[in-house]
């Protein structure tokens, strides 16, 4: 079975500019969240969607939005990029709503110049 | 894949010694508490996680420990071996408000052969 995959797997953007990233989750899995993991650090919450509605965000601007299809695919889109986005921009996703057995994809790593 | 160990806690051992790795946490509500292992260029992977009315847990080749008096969390892992060395972050999880994940630090283990 495919786990978690994530697209692209590495992106360089410059600042100011906007990017989305994708991620389609486990088959069956209901659930994505979206967190960033800046380098040396553990990741950091940023939003959780379940069945197309956003049921969770973390201590992020309104520069980062989300959104879940139909299909349980998710979009990240970032806006207004600062040098401080660059980190690696993982999805995880669960079979029911809560933070529970949560599966990792590998990440897309953001570099803004 | 770029290290996402830079900065970490590194706790180095030789091939079959026990490693325990530690991690404190500060939420009091939190009731669910997981262990990640993230390699690099890979999203984390869950390895083994304890409810909060329990103190001890045991899978194969690791147990979990977890103290509430002194909010304090600890991996053991048997006979360590070279695939072990990754980055380890344990994870909380507080279903008071939002059920989200909440990470630590991290701790990057390196098991020489």
């Known amino acids: 079975d495919a786990g978690v995959t994530q697209s692209p797997t590495h992106l360089i953007k410059t600042r100011g500019q906007q990017v989305t990233l994708r991620c389609s989750p486990i088959s069956g899995h209901k659930s994505v969240s979206w967190y960033q993991q800046v380098l040396g650090q553990g990741p950091q919450f940023i939003f959780q969607?379940?069945?197309?509605?956003?049921?969770g965000r973390g201590n992020f601007p309104d520069r980062f939005s989300a959104r879940q299809f139909p299909n349980y695919s998710s979009e990240l889109n970032v806006n207004a990029l600062l040098l401080g986005d660059s980190a690696l921009y993982l999805c995880?996703?669960?079979f029911g709503r809560g933070a529970y057995e949560q599966y990792f994809g590998p990440g897309t790593r953001l570099t803004v110049t | 894949g770029e290290s996402v160990g830079l900065h970490l806690p590194t706790l180095s051992v030789q091939e079959g010694d026990n490693s325990i790795i530690n991690c404190a946490y500060s939420n009091s509500a939190s009731d669910y508490f997981i262990w990640y292992k993230q390699e690099s260029g890979k999203g984390p992977q869950f390895i083994i996680d304890?409810?909060?009315?329990?103190d001890k847990r045991q899978g194969q080749r690791v147990t979990v420990l977890l103290n509430k008096t002194v909010k304090h969390l600890s991996l053991q892992i048997a006979a360590t071996q070279p695939g072990d060395s990754a980055v380890y972050f344990c994870a909380e999880i507080d279903n008071s408000g939002y059920s989200t994940l909440t990470f630590g630090k991290g701790t990057m283990l390196l098991v020489s052969p």
């Open positions: 304890i409810r909060s009315n329990m």
């Open positions: 969607y379940y069945e197309k509605e956003e049921r």
């Open positions: 995880a996703s669960s």
